[in-house]
């Protein structure tokens, strides 16, 4: 009995109906179409659904008449019957040869390749199977996650790859269409090892038995399957994997660790058991530690405590400032600081120069040297003034020479304070711009007479001069020893006196034992000696001021001296914490 | 060519002052002749030094840079210094007060000042490098050289600290006499070399 099957919703319809009973879809025409021809049929595969798609929703409603789809071979093989008694129906009204049992002839074959061939059913039913495994893998997604990730810990390819994974099995959750198409690396691994390449699995031109890939993972999981390397690995990565496993063998395994290992999993497995270990080596350890480290270092309260010790030196150094000027105003102005004892030891040479000083005659000639600038007058004045006050005698003839520019004034200026000066004959020889030239022009200026050079108010050379002694008022060492090496060698008979400051006095007293100096007094301390001579001097008052002022100077650099000492500590661990 | 000529005048300045030493009378007026032309050169160096550093704040005035101001305050006290050393003399009251109370008080603070740079100069040097030898050292020997300067421990009635201190005392001395004679040594070397014209200091190589 022929009938006509409605292309649209597979309903039976009358053979003359023109619409279908069912979704009323237009029937004309179909009987011209349904009708293949016998060479068509013996020449090609059915194939109409891999040609088109969109066959499939009707040979699923009519495959859906006879029963449910089996997954297991019986079913398979039904599922050929079905889809056999279908097509019989489909096409029972065409023109093929009948057996005697009434079956058709195509039916007939096919139930022949069934019974040969698995999958005889091609490829609607591999399609089904594939649509099927797709649905089982997304039953087993969280158990096929873990299984992937134990496979990535175990390779050593950390969590990224696991996020990566779940990425993947995410978006194959969310749509299979897509995963068929692209799989995720722990797939074709396993692919791999199982020896079956993506195409092929596409195609499903593989042979599916009971070997499945679930039976597979699961005869995995119970240890009855045992892990085989991946074919075709990197070898540098390999080599990589195996220095890296060498720091776990040292410590953890005496025989070394293996590509992958054998885990034992049971039903009580935590997702800690499941973490990715990472093999860590030292150096990468060491940043690590350097980065948690700085970390830390940059989340502590470094900064206020930087800002407190900024404050806490402010306010020493303004108390230590006011110490200061108040000790030093006290004993200035007041006479506050108490007397230290004080011996008046004298200085080297000091008899000497004292009983040279005490044997100049009442009409005897001097010559006095400036070589000391306007800042030291105070102190070149505190040294000088008592022995040029025992020295000089009213009377005397003192000829001045400078070197410096303002000598002259300072040494008239110096004069002035010294008793019975007021019939001194002050000669000013003038001002020669270095002590080598004038030295030298002294000496030698006795042959020649005034000349472009002369000491200005000369009229006769020094070297005809009857000096009784030379003083040497100077704050220069460089100075002090030109004058001493040219006087001391072109007027030898001359004795020469050095008046200078207290920096200047350790490297001009080795003339004095060498001889070429009769006597050498320096700074304050040598004053003090002087006072003793009975000078009309506020010593003890500038003394006990300089000894405050020295107390406070050895008290400051002391303190200073540990600050700094912490503050460079600080500097050192900084400087220490920047280059790690 | 230019080289021979410096040198036979060095050689010749060099030989004559050396003999002077030796032949004082035959060859002072030679040398006072060589002093006086040594004295207005570095003179005239002076003056053309001063003439430059004049020159430059004339610039910096006309040409209203920055800090014209004390430059004008720089050249009125020196034009006010010149005319007033030009035309009164040495002795005479005024110009001397005003030397004396002008620049024996700047004097002294700029030297008030450099004490204090120096001691915190001799406080960074452990801010720097810290506890070395360099460092302990210097400031072990400044306390010393306080201390004893200080006079607090200088005693007629402790012969020992007297003898500790004498000894302490001539440390520097041996210090000095050492750098005395380095020095005396090195300008004996220095003088051969410019005499033999291995050293050229006055040009060229």
Same mark, same amino acid.
């Given at each position: ?12 319809? /009358?053979?003359?109906?023109k ?6 879809a ?12 016998t ?16 066959d499939?929703?009707?040979?699923l ?25 279908r097509?019989?129906?489909?096409f ?8 005697e049992?009434?079956?058709p ?5 096919? @139930? ?13 039913t ?13 039953k ?20 990224e ?13 969310g ?7 692209k799989?995720p ?7 791999k ?12 031109? &593989? ?41 776990v ?12 290992q ?39 309260? @470094? ?12 306010v ?17 102005f ?50 000088a ?27 008239r200026q ?9 019939? +001194? ?5 003038g ?22 050079s002369?000491?200005?108010?000369s ?16 704050d ?20 020469? &006196?050095?008046l200078?400051?207290?920096q ?8 004095? /034992? ?26 003890? @008052?500038?003394?006990?001021a ?8 050895i008290?400051?650099?002391?303190v ?21 | ?5 410096a040198?036979?005048i060095l050689?010749?300045?060099a030989?004559?002052?050396l ?21 207005l050169?570095?003179?005239?160096t002076l ?12 610039? @910096?005035?006309?040409q ?10 720089? +050249? ?5 210094t010149?005319?007033?050393?030009l035309?009164?003399p ?30 915190s100069a001799?406080?960074?040097i452990i ?25 607090i421990?200088?005693?007629q009635?402790?012969?020992?600290a ?18 005395l004679?380095?020095m ?5 070397l ?11 200091p006055?040009g060229?190589?």
């Amino acid at each position: 009995m022929e009938s006509l099957i409605c292309p649209n919703c597979g309903a039976e319809n /009358e053979p003359t109906a023109k619409r279908c009973k069912e979704c009323n879809a237009l029937l004309v025409g179909l009987h011209k179409e349904n009708k293949p021809s016998t060479d068509d049929l013996k020449g090609k595969d059915i194939n109409f659904l891999a040609n088109n798609d969109q066959d499939l929703p009707g040979l699923l409603h009519a495959l859906k008449q006879d029963g449910d789809i089996t997954t297991d071979g019986g079913g398979v093989a039904g599922e050929g019957e079905g889809y056999a008694s279908r097509e019989d129906e489909a096409f029972g009204d065409r023109d093929l040869s009948m057996d005697e049992e009434g079956i058709p002839e195509w039916l007939q074959r096919i @139930r022949k390749r069934a019974k040969k061939e698995t999958d005889a059913a091609g490829e609607i039913t591999q399609k089904l199977s594939v649509t099927q495994e797709n649905l089982a893998e997304d039953k087993l997604e969280t158990h096929d996650r873990s299984f992937a990730s134990w496979i990535e810990s175990l390779r050593g390819e950390g969590s990224e790859n696991e996020q990566e994974l779940e990425t993947t099995s995410e978006k194959t959750h969310g749509d299979d269409a897509e995963t068929a198409q692209k799989d995720p690396g722990w797939l074709s691994k396993i692919r791999k090892v199982k020896g079956i390449s993506p195409g092929e699995y596409r195609k499903g031109s &593989y042979q599916k038995t009971g070997d499945s890939l679930l039976q597979w993972l699961v005869a995995l999981e119970e240890g009855r399957e045992p892990i085989q390397p991946i074919p075709g690995e990197n070898a540098g990565e390999s080599v990589e994997t195996e220095s890296d496993e060498k720091v776990v063998t040292d410590t953890d395994s005496p025989e070394g660790v293996d590509l992958t290992q054998k885990i034992t999993m049971d039903g009580k497995s935590t997702r800690a058991d499941l973490t990715p270990q990472l093999d860590v080596s030292r150096e990468e350890q060491a940043h690590a530690d350097l980065f948690s480290s700085t970390v830390l270092d940059e989340k502590s309260s @470094r900064a206020p405590q930087q800002i407190k010790t900024k404050s806490t030196n402010w306010v020493i150094r303004l108390m230590t400032s006011f110490l200061f000027l108040t000790v030093l105003s006290l004993t200035l102005f007041t006479g506050w600081f108490p007397e230290l004892e004080t011996g008046n030891l004298q200085p080297p040479g000091w008899f000497a120069l004292i009983d040279s000083i005490e044997n100049f005659p009442e009409d005897g000639e001097l010559l006095l040297i400036a070589d000391y600038q306007a800042g030291f007058a105070e102190e070149i004045e505190l040294v000088a003034l008592p022995i040029l006050s025992e020295a000089i005698r009213p009377g005397m003839a003192l000829s001045v020479v400078s070197s410096k520019p303002a000598g002259f004034i300072l040494i008239r200026q110096l004069l002035t304070a010294v008793p019975n000066s007021e019939n +001194l004959i002050i000669n000013d020889l003038g001002y020669v711009p270095s002590p080598g030239f004038a030295a030298y022009d002294i000496v030698n200026i006795k042959q020649v007479g005034p000349g472009v050079s002369n000491l200005i108010n000369s009229t006769l050379p020094v070297s005809d001069m009857d000096l009784d002694g030379a003083f040497i008022l100077t704050d220069s060492y460089e100075g002090g020893r030109l004058w001493i090496e040219q006087l001391s060698a072109r007027l030898p008979q001359v004795p020469l &006196y050095l008046l200078v400051t207290a920096q200047v006095s350790p490297m001009l007293l080795p003339y004095q /034992e060498s001889g070429q100096v009769v006597g050498v007094a320096a700074g304050i301390a040598d004053s003090l000696v002087m006072d003793s001579l009975g000078n009309e001097l506020e010593m003890p @008052r500038l003394w006990r001021a300089y000894q405050a002022g020295i107390l406070m100077l050895i008290a400051a650099i002391l303190v200073g001296a540990i600050f700094s000492l912490n503050s460079f500590r600080v500097k050192k661990m900084d400087g220490a914490d920047e280059l790690e | 060519m230019r080289s021979i000529l410096a040198i036979i005048i060095l050689l010749s300045v060099a030989l004559i002052t050396l003999g002077g030493y030796l032949f004082e009378d035959f060859l002072a007026p030679i040398l006072v002749l060589i002093v006086d032309w040594g004295l207005l050169i570095l003179g005239t160096t002076l003056l053309m030094g001063i003439g430059y550093l004049q020159k430059t704040h004339i610039q @910096r005035l006309f040409q209203s840079q920055k800090g014209a101001f004390l430059s004008a305050v720089i +050249l009125l006290t020196f034009s006010f210094t010149l005319i007033s050393g030009l035309i009164l003399p040495l002795q005479n009251e005024f110009f001397s007060q005003l030397i004396l109370n002008i620049q024996v008080p700047v004097e002294a603070s700029l030297l008030a000042v450099l004490a204090v740079v120096m001691f915190s100069a001799s406080l960074r040097i452990i801010h720097t490098q810290g506890v070395n030898l360099l460092s302990i050292s210097f400031l072990i020997s400044a306390l010393i050289a306080l201390v004893i300067k200080s006079g607090i421990f200088q005693s007629q009635s402790n012969p020992v600290a007297t003898q500790i201190l004498a000894f302490v005392n001539r440390l520097p001395l041996a210090g000095a006499r050492g750098i005395l004679i380095g020095m005396a040594l090195g300008g004996l070397l220095v003088g051969l070399r410019v005499l033999l014209a291995f050293d050229r200091p006055y040009g060229e190589e």
